[in-house]
Structure formats: structure tokens, C-alpha cells
């Protein structure tokens, strides 16, 4: 009961922190392939779907499908059957995979008996999925993972979550990152100020050496996959906190410990005195 409220607690709280950067509902120009009263998939491409919901900010989820089997990013906050909703849109079979365990991410994952991970999520996961009764897997950093003719390969991304992940597709010049950087709005759970800029040095290096475009991220604030460009905002504006040129503008304390936002350079970083390091 008490690791059921724990996750409750958090997922009230969270939903009202994302709600207050809430922006329109992201704006797909795909194909819509299906749509009930959870969730909406639009394909991004021939192999590639984003499903976005309306209980966290548009938090979406991603089916990424290869030859010869599919991985499903995420599993939003609520979606009944999920794993029949993907079903109808591939005959490959899915596996599910996390870019973290926040409860927005993790909602149905009770549909699939294995959950892959970031081990730096693990002892978060006892709290945000106390319910979960099937197996736990785990990456490993630069792990790759082959679809059949496509491969994702998974880049450790920590800050929002020591377990946050993002997973790139070289061969079609994205990713998709989760929370790691925001979306426009990160919040600033685990890692400091140093973790964050390491995080986002080593996927800007990334993202320069494989000529990836953009990520595709775990919320839409409208239409705004995440490009480098903004990867080296959130440098500048963490160096920027660090070095005193930016305060950020004093809130409330809450439950999380953030009481800074600092807004710049088109990106927005919720953070506490622990994280100034």
C-alpha cells in the first residue's frame, strides 16, 4: 500500500508541474492508424509510430518496427490494452522497452511480461511500479539493439533520472530521448548541474558524429522534437546557473526540492539547491 502511494504522490505531483508548461496537443502530420479514448498513433514513417496521450502533458510513447521484431518505448501513463493496440498496427513481435520509470512512462507496462531498462532506475522502479509482476531486464550503455534491418542503440542519458535513456537510429537520423532533456521543460530529478552538461556533451557529440536530426521526446509542447541546438542550450544555460550569470527565478519549494526555474535560450530547467554542483 505504501509503495502504491508513494507512486500516486508522485504522478499527482508530476502531472501538476507538467501541466503548468502545457502547450496544444502535438500537431502530427502522419497517418492517423488508430485512436480510442487513451491514446492516438500517428506514423512518423513506414516502420515508425508515436502514440500520445492526455493524462501528462501529451506524454507519448514510441513503436519502432524492423524486419523482423518491434520495440515499444514507453508505456505512457494509461492506455487499456495496450499491447493489443500495438498489435493491430504490427504483426512483429514487441518488446518493451523504457526510457525511465516515472509513472507517466511505466502506466502499461502490466500488459508486457518483460520490461528492458536502465539499471540506474532500478531501485526508483520498487516505488514507481510497485504493482508490476514480470521480469526486469537491463541495458547496458552503447548496447545495440537489432531489429532486423534497423538497429537502435542505447546512449545512458542521466539527470532527469539516474536510469533516464535515450535510444538513437542512426540509419534514419533520430532518436528518441524520453525525458532526458526535457522537452521544453525539464525537470531536474536526480543529477546535477555536472551530470547534465556531461549528458548533454556526450548527445551533442553524438548527434554531431551520426548526423542525428532530432529526438523525439517523451512529451509534446506542440510540434518540437529536440535537435542539438537545443542539447547545447541546455549546456549554456546550466554553465550559465553554475557560474551565477543566470539565478533563475525563485518558487515555492515542493515535494520534488525544486525551487529555481531558469528560463533561456528557449529551454526551461526546474531545479533545487542540490542540484548546484
Keep these: 500500500m505504501m509503495k502504491k502511494s508513494i507512486a500516486l504522490i508522485f504522478m499527482l505531483a508530476l ?10 496537443a502535438a500537431n502530427f502530420e502522419g497517418e492517423e492508424v488508430f485512436k480510442n479514448d487513451d491514446v492516438v498513433f500517428h ?9 500520445t496521450g492526455h493524462m501528462s502533458a501529451n506524454e507519448s510513447i514510441y513503436l519502432i518496427e524492423g524486419n523482423d521484431k518491434a520495440v515499444l518505448l514507453d508505456a505512457a501513463t494509461k492506455i ?11 504483426d512483429k513481435p514487441v518488446t518493451l522497452m523504457l526510457t525511465h520509470v516515472h509513472p507517466d512512462h511505466v502506466g502499461a507496462a ?18 514507481m511500479m510497485p504493482n508490476y509482476k514480470g521480469e526486469f531486464k537491463y541495458l547496458e550503455d552503447g548496447q545495440v539493439i537489432n531489429l532486423g534491418g534497423r538497429k537502435l542503440e542505447v546512449v ?20 528518441f530521448s524520453g525525458d532526458s532533456f526535457g522537452s521544453g521543460n525539464l525537470l531536474m530529478f536526480a543529477g546535477t548541474f ?27 509542447f506542440g510540434n518540437n522534437p529536440e535537435t ?30 525544486f525551487n529555481h526555474i531558469a528560463t533561456k535560450y528557449g529551454v526551461r530547467i526546474n531545479y533545487g539547491d542540490k542540484t548546484m554542483k
Design 228 to 257: 542539438k541546438q537545443r542539447v547545447d542550450d541546455l549546456i549554456t544555460l546550466s554553465k550559465d546557473i553554475l557560474s551565477g550569470k543566470e539565478k533563475g527565478e525563485e518558487t515555492e519549494g515542493n515535494r520534488f526540492g
Design 80 to 90: 487499456t490494452d495496450l499491447d493489443k493496440i500495438v498489435a493491430s498496427i504490427t
Design 15 to 24: 502531472c501538476q508541474l507538467t501541466t503548468m508548461a502545457q502547450m496544444p
Design 43 to 51: 506514423k512518423i514513417d513506414n516502420h515508425t509510430w508515436v502514440g
Design 156 to 175: 545512458f542519458t542521466p539527470a532527469h533520472t539516474w536510469g533516464s535513456t535515450t535510444y538513437i537510429d542512426k540509419a534514419a537520423g533520430y532518436g
Design 110 to 127: 502490466d500488459y508486457f511480461p518483460v520490461v528492458y531498462m536502465n539499471p540506474g532506475d532500478k531501485e526508483s522502479a520498487a516505488q
Design 194 to 220: 555536472s551530470d547534465l552538461i556531461a549528458t548533454c556533451e556526450k548527445m551533442s557529440a553524438v548527434m554531431e558524429k551520426e548526423g542525428i536530426e532530432k529526438l523525439y521526446p517523451g512529451h509534446f
